[in-house]
């Protein structure tokens, strides 16, 4: 039996205990949840903040509800700060050895999570999860037969004053993917978690260009779309499978995956090809889609994170009652809270999600607890929208009444951007220029959407569409909203509402000229 094989026969003995793992989520739920509690306890009790509040490794779920208060990241990150100060066990007992770089949801700093070797074993559990269901979907998976590519995020070195490597997650998850393994993989360690993107995608192209089989694709849908438009300009092909003939999945997380679904059918003209949605993040690897014939995934509920919920309607009624899972309801918006093994305690997590199955636990994500777009991994935010439109207005001299964004979506030989449909009260400011001064004052208010902006690469400067005088009351009243709760609704990470208005603008204008044509 050659190296291959035999890798390939133990890699499938592996994922029988997962396998069985996964049939405890749909017999069992509601206990291993409570198992991943008291693990959690047992793990960091006698820390900083389990003294704090009076917590013990025996704690109930209700008592550590009752006396653990429901935080944000603000509000862990005093915590955080000790760490970074040098202070050992404020979160856990378990040294903190990197940080998670991920996106600030109000402000341009980006937000700094304690990452322990326990958190990556959990997400590694997560991934190995991917790998079961993958299996289960298509047995003749040949995963470790031959190469795979994921793109992972960036590595920046140590944070300042500290022996902690500061990354991205999936750089971090990258990094500690088994020696053994690594041969599977590409591109190499070090190309896949450099810090600039665009250097990163440049490289990997070239590489994965002449690699004449691999089996699975994996990441965030907006930046492999830019991969594949270079790879296809490699190699002079129409389609992925010219390439890659053995392609068998694509595993998509990060970003909804409904605007891309038609781009990726037309790289990979296949009807058996899978495409394979995951929900993870810096905080933990939540859910892996368990269907094939449904886009819901399951809930991972033994992977050192535990999970409540709070009512989205009460969030923002500045409710904060959390409700365990065993009390959620089908076809209710749910803010996550999570408590995982590295230190983050009932932790509003940000996310909206809907279950669409107790039995087992299944959920789909819903978006964000604000209003946002995160359509190219940008997390563009409210408040960044306003400092940033505040502050050209000023330099312009000019007011606005009203505003919405939407993103427009890249297709595979057209890059992305943001439609701005602008409503401005009084005289139209010189667009190119207030255009290209309000994009550049948004890379300023968000790092993200600074990132993706970086030379044009995966999103090109903003387009700003002038609306007419009244336009968004008269969109209000036509739509039903009227009175003053009605609001235009500033960021939607959907085209809904800009194809609306489109058309509508669209046959004012054509009334217009009617108009003019008959006078």
Known sequence: MGVISWINNLFKIHLKKYEAELAEHYAHPEKLQA?????????????????????????????????????????????????????????????????????????????????????????????????????????????????????????????????????????????????????????????????????????????????????????????????????????????????????????????SFAPYREHYEALIPSSDFLYHEIYNASEGYFAVQDQLDKDDMILILNNGIYYEFIPFDELHRGGESAVPLEEVQTGILYAMVITNISGLYRYLLGDVVRFTSVHPYRIKIEGRTQEFINAFGEDLLLNNVQQALLATCADFEVKIKDYSIAPFYMKVNQKGRHQWFIEFAGALPPLATFTQALDETMQGCNSNYAQKRTNDFAITRLEIIPLPTGFFQQWLRDRGKVGGQAKVPKLANHRQFAEDILVRLKKQKQKQKFEQQNR
């Open 35 to 255: 198992d991943t509690l008291r693990q959690i306890l047992r793990e960091n009790a006698g820390t900083a903040i389990f003294k704090e509040h009076h917590l013990r490794s025996d704690a109930s779920p209700a008592t550590y509800a009752q006396r653990m208060p429901v935080r944000t990241y603000e509000e862990i990150q005093p915590y955080i700060n000790r760490i970074l100060a040098g202070e050992n066990q404020v979160l856990t007992r378990q040294k903190v050895t990197a940080l998670a770089k991920t996106a600030a949801t109000t402000q341009k700093t980006s937000k700094y999570l304690p990452v322990t070797r326990e958190h990556i074993l959990s997400c590694q559990k997560g991934s190995w999860f991917t790998l079961t269901s993958l299996h289960l979907h298509r047995q003749d998976m040949q995963i470790f037969a031959r190469k795979n590519m994921l793109i992972g995020g960036g590595s920046y070195g140590n944070y300042p004053g500290t022996n902690m490597e500061l990354a991205d997650i999936s750089a971090l998850m990258i990094r500690s993917i088994p020696l053994m393994l690594r041969t599977f993989y590409l591109p190499d360690v070090y190309t896949a978690t450099l810090p600039n993107y665009e250097e990163k995608i440049r490289k990997i192209a070239k590489i994965a260009a002449n690699e004449p089989s691999l089996t699975m694709l994996g990441g965030v849908p907006t930046w492999n779309l830019a991969l594949y438009r270079q790879v296809l300009a490699e190699k002079n092909a129409s389609h992925l499978l010219e390439v890659w003939p053995n392609l068998q999945a694509y595993v998509h997380g990060g970003v």
